[in-house]
């Protein structure tokens, strides 16, 4: 595996479900990012890793609960969402600034969520 | 609350031709990032601009970013088909080591042939 890999890569769930969406990156990245696309509204920030510590949480319910267990590994664990949560989840990795470089994300190919 | 306005939001236009996409964002900031997605699949980073300035150029597309007037474009020179795809602007902001990143909301560009 090379990159980012999400998995899986399509879900549907009940909103009674509890399910997870995990992200592994192959890139030797120490940060971590969850993205959310939905169709009308621009790409939006869920949470920052930097070093398994999160960094930011961009005021995001807490029916979404990430886990970081280490560099390489990023979790979304989902519980009880709605239908308006249904979209594209994308999760992101990057070098830490302070090691150099352009910081630039990488992108995983996303999970594609409906909620039913 | 930081605002990245992307210009036009759908572009159509027949290979050949030139044009123009612009990204304004509303507070200080000298990362600039543009990536394309194509249908049904994720983001690729097209540019990395890290300094008022900054012009980058690969194959037909350049971009360049103005920090002060808080403005980058994408130009395609002479279109072709395969460029079709939404483009996305995304201004960074550093914490902790990590990054922020705002995009725009997406500029859908089709070439016609």
């Known amino acids: 595996e090379t990159g980012v890999t999400q998995t899986p890569r399509h879900l549907v769930m009940g909103m009674t479900n509890k399910k997870s969406l995990k992200c592994e990156q192959h890139?030797?990245?120490?940060?971590m990012y969850w993205y959310k696309q939905s169709a009308k509204k621009p790409l939006e920030l869920m949470f920052v890793?930097?070093?398994?510590?999160?960094?930011e949480n961009n005021s995001v319910p807490s029916r979404f609960s990430p886990e970081c267990p280490n560099s390489s590994h990023l979790f979304l664990h989902l519980h009880t969402l709605q239908p308006e949560d249904s979209a594209l989840y994308l999760c992101?990795?990057?070098?830490?600034?302070?090691?150099?470089?352009?910081?630039?994300?990488?992108f995983g190919p996303g999970t594609r969520l409906t909620v039913t | 609350e930081l605002k990245v306005e992307q210009n036009p939001l759908f572009l159509s236009m027949q290979e050949g031709k030139n044009y123009t996409i612009y990204c304004n964002y509303s507070?200080?900031?000298?990362?600039l990032y543009w990536y394309r997605q194509d249908p049904g699949k994720s983001l690729e980073s097209l540019f990395v601009?890290?300094?008022?300035?900054a012009v980058k150029q690969e194959g037909r597309l350049m971009a360049s970013l103005d920090t002060k007037a808080r403005l980058s474009t994408l130009h395609i020179t002479a279109a072709v088909h395969d460029l079709s795809a939404t483009y996305f602007c995304?201004?960074?902001?550093?914490?902790?080591?990590?990054?922020?990143?705002?995009f725009g909301q997406g500029t859908r560009l089709t070439i016609n042939p």
């Open positions: 992101a990795s990057s070098q830490d600034l302070l090691l150099g470089g352009e910081n630039e994300q990488y």
């Open positions: 890139l030797g990245h120490n940060a």
């Open positions: 890793y930097s070093l398994e510590e999160r960094v």
């Open positions: 507070t200080t900031s000298d990362r």
């Open positions: 601009l890290l300094s008022n300035g």
């Open positions: 995304a201004v960074g902001f550093i914490i902790q080591g990590a990054q922020k990143l705002v």
